[in-house]
């Protein structure tokens, strides 16, 4: 078993097993009529580190769900202390990914992208990883701050939990800034952290609200966007993140990209939430969701 930097053991099915049959989405939430969730934009597969299952296999699980479109976002870590550092293979990433496509084409539309961590850090491996593809979609994700995980609570040793929180958003505001990026992944992620460390379920981020509102006003200036990830959902954390209140932030602040992901490692967990997070960003204000192609924006009215 492989240590995952997400915090959950990589799963122990084969690479080519769907696992628990995933039900279909019915609707999205907000009453009748409502748009259903027809996409999920933050997949993992055995390319990463911390997940087992194949491509096909997240394919498989994504038409069981009734999902149109996907995009595959395996990690790519040049942090060295990172359990995924230097793991994952581009070219037979983009090869199985390519098969794929031609594979499910007509019945599911897949796109091929990448979650890069710490991409403010690597500038020139980056550089070089992204000539290589005409990737869809790049997530820009924060999974260590100042030499501490994020994804273990061993993050707030020394800091108490306003002086972690500070430190993330300090850091995430320099990844917004700096970093080659589409989409922010898991934006709120230190609260994996402070539910390890201090059973929060959710953080209240007014008292930061001047450090998250740096980052989301970056964010929007740049033209970029942040993603609503599922991933707390299935740990039991509470709701999709990030919150109602911060997506509210975010388009005071100009914001218009927003994603939707369940950050799955297992074929079972394809699109678990979205019909929350979706509920969410509806909630915020936001009359549509972003999907990628060619890392260019395409709209969905909701």
Known sequence: MHPSPHGSPRPAAGAG?????PRPFGGGGGGEGARPVIHDYH??????????ASVEAMCRAALARGLKEIAITDHVDFTPEDPCYRYFQAEKYWA??????GKFEGALV?????????????????????????????????????????????????????????LYFEELARLAEEGEYDVLAHMDIVRRAAYRRYGLRELDLRPHEARVRRVLRVVAERGKGIEVNAAYVRKGI??????????????EEGGRIVTLGSDAHRPEDVGRGLDR?????????FGRIAMFERRRVRWLNL
């Open 96 to 101: 199985a990914t390519q098969r794929c496509r």
């Open 17 to 21: 097993g769907v696992g628990t049959r």
């Open 110 to 166: 897949v796109r091929v992208g990448v979650e890069i961590g710490e991409p403010h850090l690597y500038p020139a491996e980056i550089r070089s990883l992204l000539a290589a593809h005409e990737y869809d979609f790049v997530l820009g994700s924060l999974h260590w701050a100042d030499g501490r995980p994020l994804f273990r609570s061993s993050f707030f040793d020394g800091l108490g939990l306003d002086g972690g929180i500070a």
């Open 43 to 52: 997949l993992h597969t055995h390319f990463s580190c911390d997940a087992d």
């Open 277 to 285: 997070a979706l509920e969410m960003v509806r909630e915020a204000g």
């Open 238 to 251: 509470g709701d999709p993140g990030p919150s109602v209140q911060v997506l509210r932030w975010f388009r």
